[in-house]
């Protein structure tokens, strides 16, 4: 069994900052992941894909967070963050992180974020 468990959403100003961090656990290896990613999907809207990393630490924004959202990775710890800066109303959705193993992909059950205007 494999669990994504995300954390650091919540409700904040536009202009701020969050930062959402993602952990798996159970039986995944470390040394078995390919790529992790971030999604989000807003009420209403498809999901879609925030950001991505892959095992060389090669990296690829959505347009609409380019310069403003980092992600980053550790694959020892088996963990992926997202730095969320100048949020945006147009930020608010709930955010999964997705992990992709050589045989397998796994979901995180999502965290809220909203970005008030």
């Known amino acids: 069994q494999v669990q994504l468990v995300e954390s650091g959403g919540g409700l904040v100003q536009a202009g701020g900052s969050l930062r959402l961090s993602c952990t798996a656990s159970?039986?995944?290896?470390?040394?078995?992941?390919?790529?992790m990613e971030w999604y989000r999907q807003a009420p209403g809207k498809q999901r879609e894909l925030v950001a991505s990393i892959a095992r060389g630490d090669s990296t690829n924004y959505a347009d609409t967070v380019k310069g403003r959202f980092t992600i980053s990775r550790d694959n020892a710890k088996k963990t992926v963050d997202l730095q969320m800066n100048s949020l945006k109303p147009e930020d608010t959705a709930v955010y999964y992180c997705k992990i992709t193993t050589y045989g397998n992909a796994y979901w995180g059950q999502g965290t809220q974020v909203t970005v008030s205007s």
């Open positions: 159970g039986t995944i290896n470390s040394f078995a992941i390919k790529v």
